[in-house]
């Protein structure tokens, strides 16, 4: 599971803090409901403040998953395709990374995206910065549409930039290798921009 004691920790705060609010999660069968529901319980929130939301499969969900206000990461294993999925909805996030790089990857893709201030550093940053997004719905409404906004102009979804990094990348590696050259480490300077493509 993704979730952890610290994670149950925070988003339980979160909720206490910020008045009719609820915590959607993905159903993953009745086991994960009961476990996840008592473990809410022991922190003072009612079952009826978590939201279950059902599907995977070839349907596109991410209409659904754009309806939320704020995605909140988990800290030891982070959401990778789920991540990019809000992100491409416009979801704003908050990722309090770990040192694997499972745990990492959101903060990869906040910064890919120029969104340092969706990264945080501690539990306490994690529950204070969502609180005071989510009180704010002028602050996070901006940067919802920031998320909007840039979507189609940042490394992380502009395909074919990343197509040419990479494509750059095999040449370099290739000629190195005709070379004779050993390395472990190459840099590629960044590709064009979609505006300089099209």
Request: hydrophobic share 35%; glycine share 8%; proline share 4%.
């Amino acid at each position: 599971t993704r979730s952890s004691p610290d994670a149950f920790d925070a988003w339980s705060q979160i909720l206490k803090e910020v008045e009719n609010s609820y915590l959607v999660l993905k159903d993953f069968g009745e086991g994960r409901r009961i476990f996840v529901g008592r473990e809410f319980e022991n922190r003072g929130i009612a079952e009826n403040r978590i939201f279950w939301m059902k599907g995977s499969g070839t349907y596109d969900h991410i209409p659904e998953k754009s309806m939320c206000d704020l995605y909140l990461d988990t800290h030891w294993y982070n959401g990778h395709s789920t991540t990019a999925d809000m992100l491409w909805g416009g979801v704003p996030m908050l990722t309090f990374p770990s040192k694997s790089m499972a745990g990492r990857a959101a903060g990869s893709f906040a910064l890919s995206m120029g969104f340092p201030e969706m990264i945080v550093n501690s539990w306490e940053e994690y529950v204070r910065r969502a609180v005071s997004l989510l009180k704010s719905p002028s602050k996070l409404n901006g940067l919802r549409k920031r998320v909007e906004d840039t979507r189609m102009t940042n490394p992380l979804f502009d395909t074919e930039r990343y197509v040419k990094n990479l494509e750059k990348a095999f040449r370099e590696i290739f000629v190195a290798y005709q070379k004779g050259k050993s390395f472990h480490h190459i840099q590629v300077n960044d590709a064009l921009t979609m505006e300089q493509i099209h």
